[in-house]
């Protein structure tokens, strides 16, 4: 007759429980069981494991599929995201290209500018030592 009985560790295995949750399913009395009178342990009745786990398959396999359907739904976000996010790094990579472009040639043009300025600068001073006689008539 112990063949008919599964302890709370057959049970939880079969289950895929903790045995503690066994225990809280008998104590509240979601799972049919008794304890054995001779040691005072739990005896669950092979039927009632049996027919629980039937009865959590199709809620189990309604729910991978579901969950199977969200992480899809999610991975393909994630995808338009990454797709977004590479393209917005493109666009900031060209622009930065492009600044550093911009810059570097703002840059020659500042160069030359002060090169003239100076040039001009020299001249404006050699002018300025010359006498007011040989600035006026250019000699």
Do not use: C
Request: hydrophobic share 30%.
């Amino acid at each position: 007759m112990e063949a008919d009985f599964y302890t709370t560790g057959e049970a939880a295995r079969i289950l895929r429980v903790s045995e503690s949750r066994v225990r809280q399913l008998l104590l509240a009395g979601e799972l049919e069981g008794g304890r054995d009178p001779e040691t005072d342990r739990w005896r669950i009745p092979q039927r009632v494991v049996h027919a629980r786990v039937e009865e959590r398959r199709p809620r189990e396999a309604a729910r991978s599929l579901a969950e199977a359907r969200e992480y899809e739904s999610r991975i393909e976000e994630l995808n338009r995201d990454l797709g977004r996010l590479e393209g917005r790094l493109e666009l900031t990579a060209v622009t930065e290209s492009t600044l550093r472009e911009s810059l570097d040639r703002e840059r020659e043009r500042a160069d030359r500018l002060e090169e003239e300025l100076r040039t001009e600068r020299e001249e404006l001073r050699a002018e300025r030592g010359k006498g007011f006689w040989a600035r006026l008539f250019g000699g």
